[in-house]
């Protein structure tokens, strides 16, 4: 089995940061890429920023140049640095790692979600 854990989130002013941590663990072979991914109420889940195992990064444009996603392959972990965040920021965030259990078997685990609630 395969745990996914996240971290951090919570409450912030527009303008302010917070910082998002997750963690993989369990039956990991290796991991293919580690994300963030969120959903606000009445909208589709959307991809925030991701990060391959050689360091390769994507993000969405609605948060370059104030998002900064960063991962410690040795832990299995992933964060991300969320500043000048603002109201339409405010949804549930979810760690994603998609990864190989074995030589051939590979899929995608979800985190929990942690809130992130952004005040005007």
């Known amino acids: 089995q395969v745990q996914v854990v996240e971290s951090g989130g919570g409450l912030a002013q527009s303008g302010g940061s917070l910082r998002l941590s997750c963690a993989a663990s369990g039956s990991i072979f290796s991991i293919i890429g580690m994300g963030w991914f969120r959903q606000a109420p009445g909208k589709q889940r959307e991809l925030v920023a991701a990060?391959?195992?050689?360091?390769?990064?994507n993000y969405a444009d609605f948060v370059k140049g104030r998002f900064t996603i960063s991962r410690d392959n040795a832990k299995n972990t992933v964060n991300l640095q969320m500043n000048s965040l603002k109201p339409e920021d405010t949804a549930v965030y979810y760690c994603?790692?998609?990864?190989?259990?074995?030589?051939?078997?590979?899929?995608?685990?979800w985190g929990q979600g942690t809130q992130v609630t952004v005040s005007s």
């Open positions: 994603n790692a998609r990864l190989y259990t074995n030589f051939t078997a590979w899929g995608d685990y």
């Open positions: 990060i391959t195992s050689g360091g390769s990064t």
